[in-house]
């Protein structure tokens, strides 16, 4: 998933190139691996995301000699990496149908470590013209520790948001049209040892070149930097 674009050919123009690892097909990227947790005889493997400088709808685009994008398809992967436990639970969804009359609008998955402490639900709704109510069941003696919608401008887009959101008050999330939400829980009985961490980190100025400042709404103690660049290589560790 994520190289599904094979068939654009060579001559055609760099938009409908691009358009594979824009947000629309990250959207349609992250729906396919919500289905495919889904099928319980598919062995789960790694995933990894590779760039062909020579070949614009890769994950990794390049722009010019020195100047590379990591494309929305490829920063949806590195998402979404930690948030894949170790098992993918079986889920029932219901959904309306969509504005273009596909069967569903919205597609879930349910993952959980192997000691039962943490589970994640990710949703996608691939509406592009609705909005949909997402109301979440069978996570009783887990509470929700963060919450976060990734949402772009327009299906065309080189970036997508990260965004904290809440539940209303019946506990429910709202679905803005081709976006992604992710819901991190962690058991009631966990032990006072674990730590669940949540935190905003702001980083600015980004893209930065010397000089960089980190601001984050916790106190870090022992804690370590590590700095990857765009191939995942590590840069720097403080």
């Not at 994520?2 to 824009?22: C, H």
């Amino acid at each position: 998933t994520g190289d599904y674009a094979p068939g654009i050919l060579n001559t055609t123009n760099p938009e409908s190139q691009d358009s594979a690892m824009q947000w629309g097909g990250a959207n349609l990227c992250a729906d396919f691996l919500l289905l495919m947790s889904q099928i319980p005889n598919v062995e789960r493997v790694n995933f990894w995301t590779y760039g062909m400088p020579s070949a614009v709808w890769h994950p990794i685009r390049k722009n010019s000699l020195a100047n590379y994008t990591l494309m929305p398809v490829a920063i949806l992967y590195k998402t979404l990496f930690p948030l894949v436990l170790d098992q993918s639970l079986f889920v029932t969804n219901t959904s309306p149908v969509g504005s273009d009359g596909n069967p569903y609008s919205v597609r879930s998955g349910a993952f959980l470590s192997n000691d039962n402490l943490y589970l994640n639900v990710i949703s996608v709704n691939r509406d592009k013209q609705d909005t949909h109510i997402l109301q979440v069941n069978g996570v009783s003696g887990y509470n929700l520790t963060n919450a976060i919608l990734l949402t772009a401008p327009a299906l065309d887009s080189d970036t997508f948001f990260t965004t904290s959101v809440s539940p209303d008050i019946n506990g429910n999330f709202t679905l803005p049209p081709m976006s992604v939400l992710i819901l991190q829980y962690a058991s009631g009985t966990i032990d006072i040892n674990e730590i669940v961490f949540s935190s905003t980190i702001n980083i600015f100025p980004n893209p930065f070149s010397a000089l960089t400042v980190l601001q984050t709404d916790n106190f870090l103690q022992n804690a370590t930097l590590t700095v990857y660049n765009c191939f995942g290589q590590t840069v720097k560790e403080l």
